[in-house]
């Protein structure tokens, strides 16, 4: 017999997600491993989108799917891709201009 995982279970992963990301967001000095928490927020915000989309998680019933959180979390992918291209070319500059991926070290305003 074939049952189901809760929704319960799919906002679990998303909050263990979006933890994880967030301190690596806090942490970390290094501009990719910022980049990488940041996707990490992202696709805890996906998964959490499409679990809330779910009729069994108000209704305790399997009731006909709605693709509200499914779409809602393709705009969102379509736009951290967007997201991860522009600030992998601003990592890049960064790395050009200071010769390091040290946030810390790129405190100069010059031009």
Not at 36 to 63: D, H, M, R, W, Y
């Amino acid at each position: 017999m074939f049952t189901p995982i809760s929704p319960i279970h799919y906002l679990f992963v998303g909050i263990v997600l979006f933890v994880t990301g967030l301190i690596c967001l806090v942490t970390k000095r290094n501009i990719i491993a910022i980049l990488i928490g940041v996707e990490l927020i992202l696709n805890a915000a996906n998964i959490n989108l499409v679990a809330f989309s779910s009729p069994v998680l108000f209704t305790g019933q399997v009731a006909p799917l709605r693709l509200d959180g499914q779409i809602f979390a393709l705009f969102v992918m379509i736009l951290a891709a967007a997201e991860a291209a522009v600030a992998l070319a601003i990592a890049l500059h960064f790395y050009s201009r200071f010769g390091t991926v040290d946030v810390d070290r790129g405190d100069s305003l010059k031009g």
